[in-house]
């Protein structure tokens, strides 16, 4: 079934350690991204984000845009993903998502691309990519890329039944419903928001 680059204005703050919290790779140190100004997904936020969408998660293909360190979709692949896809187009991103599938030694299930999100979806649409789960978290403010949740189910790369993760900034309102998709849960940590979709019967969109 899907994000997680928040971007800090002003000082910089030093980024948390973060681990696998379950499944096949439980336990496992993740490095995060290298000299960029970015927070992963903490350690007790990712554990909300799997116990709230635990009832509608069942495998499938998880797709990570903005990856980050990639830490959601290889909690995803250790959880009973069969496969991930990770997009992020800076190349210290994707490097260092890598080295942590690497180290989770979950790298047969993944796939890494760096490329921007919006062509990421024109190409996995082409490839008949079907994503169960997806992750969405662009970077700080940018509202304008909560478009690609509607975009990546209008292409068909999203399945039927597709959850869709996003997280975002306290100051970024999200919809309560779009086109394809409404909203079923949103909860706050600190001045992060989890705001989680469940895509509509065919007949509601």
Not at 6 to 18: D, I, L, R
Not at 67 to 76: K, N, R, V, Y
Not at 104 to 127: E, H, P, W
Not at 176 to 186: A, M, N, P, R, Y
Request: hydrophobic share 40%.
């Amino acid at each position: 079934m899907v994000c997680r680059l928040v971007w800090y204005a002003g000082k910089k703050k030093e980024c948390k350690k973060m681990r696998v919290i379950a499944g096949q790779a439980k336990g496992i140190p993740l490095k995060a991204v290298p000299g960029i100004q970015t927070r992963p997904t903490g350690d007790k936020v990712k554990e909300s984000v799997f116990n709230i969408i635990g009832p509608f998660f069942d495998g499938g293909t998880a797709i990570d845009l903005f990856a980050g360190s990639g830490g959601l979709g290889i909690e995803a692949l250790s959880r009973g993903c069969e496969a991930a896809i990770f997009i992020d187009k800076s190349r210290k991103a994707t490097e260092t998502i890598q080295a942590n599938l690497e180290k989770s030694r979950l790298s047969d299930g993944a796939q890494v691309y760096r490329t921007d999100a919006k062509k990421a979806i024109s190409v996995m649409a082409k490839k008949g990519i079907k994503g169960h789960l997806l992750f969405l978290d662009p970077p700080y403010k940018d509202t304008a890329a909560y478009d690609l949740l509607d975009a990546a189910a209008e292409s068909g790369v999203l399945t039927e039944n597709a959850i869709a993760v996003c997280e975002h900034d306290k100051e970024v309102k999200l919809p309560d419903e779009t086109v394809f998709f409404k909203l079923i849960k949103s909860s706050a940590y600190g001045s992060t928001i989890i705001s989680i979709f469940r895509r509509k019967e065919i007949e509601e969109a």
